[in-house]
C-alpha cells in the first residue's frame, strides 16, 4: 500500500489566487511527521514546512500552511496569494517514528508529487 | 551558509561501467542521506549515514551501490557495475536537529542526474 498518495499529477491555479495540495499518508506508528518539499526547473529540493503528529495546532510558513487532520490521515499544502515562482513540483513526504526492529528512523518517504502551475 | 552540494551535476555513462557520485552536506551536519528518483517513480530512501556510521542502508537496491563517508564529511556513493536500471537523478540530503524537537527536516542537494546507456 502506498504510504503518501498524492492524488493530484498537476493542478493550475491563477496567480494571487490560493491553492490546496492533497496529500494523504498511511502509517500504523503513532509518532510521525509531515513535511513538504517544493521542486523547482532547477532541480533542488526545498524544505517549505513539518507537521508532527503531536503537534496541537496546524503549521503555517509564511504563505504555506498545512491543513492537518489526523483522523483523515491528510496534510494537505495551502498556499495563499499564489505567485509565479510558486510554479513548481510539489512533494509530500513521512517521517515515522521508528525503524522497525527498533530504532529513530529518519528516512522520508515521499508521494508522487504535484506538479503546480500558477498562470499570470 | 552554503547548502549540501553534489558532484557532478549530470553522469552519462555505459553499461558496466563505474560511476562515482559525491555529496559534500552542509557544514555540521551530522545526518547525510541518500535517495533516488528513477524516471517516473517516487524518491526512494537509500541510506543513512550518522557521522561516518551506516545507520540505515534499508533502501540500497543491491551490492553494486557502495556508499562510503570517510571522516564523517562528505560521503561517496558508487555504483559498479552500472546497469541501465540505475538511470535516475541520486539526491542527497544532510540534516541536524536545528529545532530541537526531533525534526531533523532535511536539505537537499540539486541531485545528480544518472543515465546508463
Known amino acids: 500500500a502506498q504510504k503518501i498518495t498524492q492524488t493530484q499529477p498537476g493542478m493550475f491555479v491563477q496567480e494571487k489566487e490560493a491553492v490546496t495540495l492533497d496529500c494523504t499518508y498511511d502509517?500504523?506508528?503513532?509518532?510521525?511527521?509531515l513535511f513538504w518539499y517544493k521542486q523547482p526547473s532547477s532541480g533542488e529540493m526545498i524544505f517549505l514546512i513539518y507537521q508532527g503528529s503531536y503537534d496541537q495546532q496546524n503549521a503555517t510558513e509564511g504563505r504555506y500552511s498545512l491543513n492537518f487532520q489526523k483522523a483523515r490521515k491528510s496534510a494537505n499544502l495551502v498556499i495563499s496569494a499564489s505567485q509565479l515562482g510558486d510554479s513548481a513540483m510539489y512533494f509530500c513526504a513521512m517521517r515515522e517514528g521508528t525503524l522497525i526492529g527498533g530504532g529513530s528512523n529518519y528516512k522520508l518517504t515521499f508521494g508522487k508529487g504535484t506538479l503546480l502551475t500558477v498562470n499570470p | 551558509e552554503a547548502g549540501v552540494t553534489q558532484f557532478p551535476s549530470h553522469s552519462v555513462i555505459e553499461k558496466g561501467q563505474t560511476v562515482t557520485l559525491r555529496c559534500d552536506p552542509i557544514s555540521g551536519h551530522d545526518n547525510l542521506y541518500w535517495y533516488r528518483r528513477v524516471m517516473g517513480k517516487e524518491i526512494k530512501f537509500l541510506l543513512h549515514f550518522v557521522k561516518e556510521s551506516k545507520q540505515d542502508e534499508s533502501g540500497m537496491p543491491n551490492n553494486r551501490f557502495l556508499a562510503e563517508r570517510t571522516g564523517g564529511t562528505y560521503s561517496t556513493l558508487k555504483v559498479q557495475p552500472a546497469e541501465l536500471e540505475d538511470s535516475g537523478v541520486y539526491f542527497c540530503?544532510?540534516?541536524?536537529?536545528?529545532?530541537?524537537?526531533?525534526?531533523?527536516?532535511?536539505?537537499f542537494g540539486p541531485g545528480t542526474r544518472l543515465t546508463v546507456t
Open positions: 540530503a544532510s540534516s541536524q536537529d536545528k529545532l530541537g524537537r526531533g525534526v531533523y527536516e532535511q536539505y
Open positions: 502509517t500504523s506508528d503513532p509518532s510521525y511527521g
